[in-house]
């Protein structure tokens, strides 16, 4: 099956500080990740979708000046939370739709903690 | 009004009973409808998608109502290996993916 990975799976950082995750689909090509935070017991939020090779399209009410995006290559994409403030302090989860494939189903990494302290 | 709504729960069912969950969204617009599970501090997985005639997957049926905007899963013969939260997740004609906030299920021995 169509495996996604994220690094790192959790992080603890200092306020003020730009932390960077990184989103890997390992068998595929990901024509579009996407980006999603979820708070807890809240449903995942989509934050932004990333195209390989454009820019992303963020979501209403998401900063992106401080959630810098790159998806650079088609089994790549980064987000950037830069100047993390405590209130940044959410489980991020990217997701990569596969290339040529069924346009409906979304394939999710494991992850990321981040606790801005 | 959230456009996917569901009953936070938690839901506490003993091993093997049967269980339901309700999920009602607003877009009536929607094109495809998944339930997913979640487990504590993980991804969350998909579990099944919804089909409008309504379909099973060993002991997990997922039920699709247009008319009344709601989706439902069954679980029959619960096991322990279950309790997770439930996500409903609805597609909209963009193709995006509007998550509920997810239904708690324990399930006790």
């Known amino acids: 099956g169509a495996v996604v990975s994220q690094h790192p799976s959790w992080v603890i950082c200092k306020s003020g500080t730009s932390v960077k995750i990184e989103c890997r689909s390992l068998d595929f090509q990901a024509t579009t990740m996407f980006w999603y935070r979820q708070f807890p017991k809240q449903s995942l939020m989509l934050m932004a979708t990333s195209n390989e090779g454009s820019k992303a399209t963020y979501e209403q009410g998401v900063e992106k000046d401080k959630f810098l995006i790159n998806h650079a290559s088609l089994t790549l994409s980064t987000l950037t939370v830069t100047s993390a403030h405590p209130e940044d302090s959410s489980f991020y989860i990217c997701?990569?739709?596969?290339?040529?494939?069924?346009?409906?189903?979304?394939?999710f990494g494991p992850g990321t903690r981040l606790t801005v302290l | 009004r959230k456009e996917v709504e569901q009953d936070p729960g938690p839901f506490n069912v003993p091993e093997g009973a049967t269980v339901a969950f309700n999920c009602t969204y607003s877009?009536?617009?929607?094109?495809?409808f998944f339930w997913y599970r979640q487990d504590c501090r993980k991804e969350p997985k998909l579990l099944m998608s919804v089909y409008s005639s309504g379909n099973e997957d060993g002991r997990f049926t997922a039920q699709l109502n247009r008319a009344s905007q709601y989706i439902s899963l069954l679980i029959r013969d619960s096991k322990l290996s279950d309790s997770a939260t439930y996500l409903c997740?609805?597609?909209?004609?963009?193709?995006?993916?509007?998550w509920g906030a997810g239904t708690k299920l324990i399930i006790k021995p």
């Open positions: 997740v609805v597609m909209d004609s963009n193709y995006q993916l509007i």
């Open positions: 997701s990569a739709r596969i290339r040529d494939y069924s346009y409906n189903e979304q394939f």
């Open positions: 877009n009536s617009a929607s094109q495809s």
